[in-house]
């Protein structure tokens, strides 16, 4: 069946460095692939999304890089902070833009003041 | 975007129960989906509500334990059935926001413990 891989589990930076979470999907039809953040004992809050037409998209410092090629797409964090210390989830579409989402399973990231 | 307000927020239950879950949106939505957050844990999608017809669910999923409701276009409940200390949770109900479903807003989950 359908599945997203993330990498890391965890990861921890110091307060400026920059933070990098993988993803990698397996379904060919998937198109849609948002990147949620969750606090300890919130709701994940989507943070930023790529649709299968766009390479990149950036958001202040954030960033998402998709090879659809490949099936990976990527998180970039930049200049992180210690209110960025939570756990990072990405999802993958399945069967186009109303489809529900396959989640990865998580990466918890520690920025260190 | 879209506003959900699930209740209840949480629950502790007495095994062998059933405890019912609701959703309740302010702008209607073709499809809601309700997942489950195991602790510590990402989030698997139960099933998918739809208005007019059965939920659709996931493979380990069964209607008979986790039966939904979809009643209209801005409502749906989840039930969870005869419940174990396995079913403790976080289940979180969502929806895809706009025409294109950009992006899925989530309810704030109801954290559920069985004891």
């Known amino acids: 069946g359908e599945n997203v891989e993330q990498h890391p589990s965890t990861l921890s930076v110091q307060e400026g460095d920059s933070a990098v979470i993988k993803c990698t999907y397996s379904?060919?039809?998937?198109?849609?692939f948002p990147w949620y953040k969750q606090e300890l004992g919130k709701r994940p809050q989507l943070i930023i999304d790529?649709?299968?037409?766009?390479g990149e998209k950036k958001d202040q410092r954030i960033a998402v890089t998709l090879n659809k090629t490949a099936k990976h797409f990527s998180l970039h964090i930049t200049e992180t902070q210690p209110e960025d210390s939570a756990v990072y989830f990405c999802?993958?579409?399945?069967?186009?833009?109303?489809?529900?989402?396959?989640f990865g399973k998580g990466t918890k990231l520690s920025v260190k003041p | 975007s879209a506003v959900i307000s699930q209740k209840p927020s949480r629950d502790i239950c007495q095994r062998g129960t059933s405890l019912t879950i609701q959703c309740q949106v302010d702008?209607?939505?073709?499809?809601m989906f309700w997942y489950r957050q195991q602790p510590g844990q990402s989030l698997t999608l139960i099933a998918t509500?739809?208005?007019?017809?059965?939920?659709?669910?996931e493979s380990g999923f069964v209607i008979d334990k986790f039966p939904i409701s979809r009643p209209n276009l801005t409502f749906s409940t989840l039930t969870v059935s005869n419940m174990s200390p396995e079913d403790s949770s976080i289940y979180l109900c969502?929806?895809?926001?706009?025409?294109?479903?950009?992006?899925?807003?989530f309810g704030s989950g109801t954290r559920l413990t069985v004891v």
């Open positions: 969502s929806v895809p926001e706009g025409t294109r479903g950009d992006g899925y807003t």
């Open positions: 379904d060919s039809a998937s198109n849609y």
């Open positions: 509500a739809n208005q007019g017809s059965e939920a659709t669910y």
């Open positions: 790529i649709r299968s037409n766009v």
């Open positions: 702008s209607q939505v073709t499809m």
């Open positions: 999802a993958a579409s399945r069967g186009g833009s109303q489809g529900n989402l396959i």
